[in-house]
């Protein structure tokens, strides 16, 4: 790269400024980078603990559906009652540019009852109560993950970018810079030499 800029000073000082932009452009992208790595491991944690939730919360649910079923044979005409859930709404948040989705799902509070009473029982409800909590933390793990994802590919392209920045562009300006300083190094000899030259025949 150093050999197809011209050896000028305005080269020389255009080439340092644009040094000094991309050393800056670096420092951001480290700081980026570093801001998102930190939110995406605090959603890595949180994933955890929802993970840990969820799997529990899918386990009492089993096992309460599994008991209504016992004691009410096959509840699937009961369960067919149940409205699809349409209280889902999502909106966005920006962390360093990256747009992270926040997923909210409305409650319904009481918990509406949509099968009749007369031909069910309480394990029935119990099962209902415990799908929805399934239901809440299905929705907040898709929150988390989706922004996990989307933190994880905005951390690739901005550590591309940053290598692109310290590994090529930096290095090639700094190259660039010597060799237009060791150009216009030597013609300032050559000028000197020159000069004496022409100032030792003027004497003679």
Do not use: W
């Amino acid at each position: 790269m150093a050999q197809q800029v011209f050896p000028t000073k305005s080269n020389l000082m255009a080439t340092k400024r644009s040094l000094v932009l991309a050393r800056q452009g670096y420092e951001l992208m480290d700081r980026k980078r570093n801001i998102l790595v930190r939110e995406m491991m605090q959603l890595i944690d949180r994933a955890a603990t929802i993970q840990d939730r969820i799997s529990q919360a899918y386990a009492e649910a089993y096992a309460a559906l599994q008991r209504a079923n016992i004691t009410l044979g096959s509840v699937g005409e009961f369960a067919g009652c149940v409205p699809v859930e349409h209280g889902l709404s999502m909106d966005y948040r920006s962390v360093m540019g990256v747009e992270l989705p926040q997923i909210k799902l409305t409650p319904t509070a009481p918990i509406a009852i949509y099968y009749g009473l007369d031909a069910t029982n309480g394990t029935l409800d119990n099962a209902y109560v415990k799908f929805n909590e399934v239901k809440a933390l299905t929705v907040e793990l898709a929150e988390v993950e989706s922004s996990v994802f989307r933190l994880a590919e905005a951390i690739r392209k901005t550590q591309k970018r940053a290598n692109a920045l310290g590994n090529v562009q930096i290095p090639d300006m700094r190259q660039t810079i010597k060799y237009i300083d060791d150009v216009l190094g030597e013609k300032e000899r050559e000028d000197f030499s020159r000069l004496k030259v022409i100032k030792h025949q003027k004497e003679k």
